[in-house]
C-alpha cells in the first residue's frame, strides 16, 4: 500500500459489541475519510475529519486523528450484522483531492 | 440523488486486446478521479481530471489512457491487456472546485477480467 497500515486486518465481533479500527498514514494531509466497502461493491463515504480537527461524530461512529503520529482509529458502536463490510481509511492531500487508500480492515459483525 | 454511473459493470477480454471503461460523474461536479482495486487489495489511484484537464496522475501504466470530455463523463482506455489487469475499476467525482477537503463519490465499479 501506499499509504501505510491498517489495523487489524481483519475482526470478528458479536452484534452489539464495538469495533475499532486503526489506520496510520505517511504524508502530511489535508484530511483524513473513512469509507466502507461490501464485497465487491462500491465505496461509501461515512466519515471526513480534517487535519486540523482531533474528533467527529457521526451517528455510531466515531474518529480520531493524531496528526502527531500520523494515525487515526475508527470506532464503531453497538455493531450490527449489517454494518459486515471492509473499511478503509483514505487521506487526501493538497493534489487536487486524490485519495491514498490504507489497506483495510475486514469486519465480520455475527449476529 | 443522481450518483457515478461507470459501464460496463463487468466486462471480459482476452490478452492483448483493449478495453474502455465509460464513467458519468454526479452533475456539476468538476473532478473525476480513477482507481484501480486488485483482489482482496486496497484502491490504487491512476489518474485524475480537473474541468477536463490532466490533475494528477499515479500508477497508471502506459498502455492506459484517460480523457474527460466536453460533458465531463471521462473515457478510461486500455489497450494490450494482461492478465494482471483483472481488477475492479472504479470511478469517482467530486465537487472539487478549488480546494480540498471534499468526500468523493464513487460509482459501483466495472470489474474486468482479463482471459
Known amino acids: 500500500s501506499q499509504q501505510g497500515e491498517e489495523d487489524p486486518q481483519a475482526l470478528s465481533i458479536q452484534e452489539g459489541e464495538n469495533a475499532t479500527m486503526n489506520c496510520s498514514y505517511k504524508?502530511?494531509?489535508?484530511?483524513l475519510q473513512w469509507y466502507r466497502q461490501n464485497s465487491g461493491r462500491g465505496l461509501v463515504h461515512l466519515i471526513l475529519i480534517r487535519s486540523n480537527e482531533r474528533e467527529k461524530h457521526s451517528g455510531r461512529l466515531r474518529v480520531t486523528l493524531d496528526t502527531s503520529k500520523k494515525s487515526s482509529s475508527l470506532l464503531i458502536t453497538a455493531s450490527r450484522a449489517a454494518d459486515t463490510a471492509s473499511y478503509f481509511c483514505?487521506?487526501?492531500?493538497?493534489?487536487?483531492?486524490?485519495?491514498?487508500f490504507g489497506q483495510g480492515t475486514i469486519l465480520t459483525v455475527h449476529p | 440523488a443522481a450518483g457515478v454511473i461507470q459501464s460496463p459493470r463487468h466486462l471480459i477480454k482476452e490478452k492483448r486486446e483493449t478495453a474502455t471503461l465509460k464513467c458519468y460523474p454526479i452533475?456539476?461536479?468538476?473532478?473525476v478521479y480513477w482507481y484501480q482495486q486488485g483482489p482482496g487489495q486496497d484502491p490504487q489511484f491512476l489518474i485524475s481530471?480537473?474541468?477536463?484537464?490532466?490533475?494528477d496522475k499515479g500508477s497508471i501504466p502506459d498502455r492506459f489512457s484517460a480523457q474527460q470530455f466536453s460533458d465531463y463523463h471521462s473515457e478510461l482506455n486500455m489497450s494490450s491487456l494482461e492478465l494482471g489487469d483483472s481488477a475492479l475499476y472504479f470511478c469517482a467525482s467530486s465537487p472539487l472546485g478549488e480546494g480540498a477537503d471534499t468526500e468523493a463519490f464513487f460509482g459501483q465499479g466495472t470489474r474486468l477480467t482479463v482471459v
Open positions: 452533475p456539476r461536479h468538476d473532478t
Open positions: 483514505a487521506t487526501q492531500g493538497t493534489s487536487y483531492g486524490k485519495l491514498t
Open positions: 504524508t502530511s494531509i489535508n484530511n
Open positions: 481530471f480537473y474541468e477536463k484537464m490532466q490533475s
